[in-house]
């Protein structure tokens, strides 16, 4: 209802609840139940079609991969995102243990110990995370790039990039 903003009769919406690792997309579904949907103004009928005596029509066989598409551009920003939560981490682990020292309670006048960061374990441990994380960031960039690819050829009716 316009007014209301809330269901019309036999129109059913919700949430589809949590998702695991993924939280900030909210997906949602939609039911309908003998409720005519205007053809004209409100079907979205780029590639798959429903007739006017209600019968689905699939896309075609050139272009039934499209909605594959939508599921790279999310994967690209969890790949990219993942990156940037790791590069995060990796800086607050490697600065921490840039300063940390072994042990605190040496005798006065003593040499202080190592800083953890020195230990070789400590480095190969964590040193090799900034890659990880510059990896991930680049190769979410590079998938993204590869998305908006795909959308320009869609565009122009191509479809042949996507896999099988």
Known sequence: DLETHLPLPGVECGDIGPKMGYNG?????????????????????????????????????????????????????????????????????????????????????TAPEEVILNYQQSARNLLPMIANSYALHFMGDWMMDMYRSFEREREAGKFDRLPE
């Open 25 to 109: 997309v909210d997906n949602g579904y939609l039911r309908f139940d003998h409720v005519r949907v205007p053809r004209a103004t409100s079907l979205l009928q780029k590639y798959a079609k429903v007739t006017r005596e209600g019968r689905y029509v699939a896309p075609p066989p050139s272009n039934t991969k499209s909605s594959y598409a939508t599921l790279v551009a999310v994967r690209a920003d969890i790949v990219k995102y993942s990156g940037y939560a790791l590069s995060q981490a990796a800086t607050i682990a490697i600065r921490y243990n840039a300063i940390r020292r072994q042990t605190t309670h040496l005798k006065v006048g």
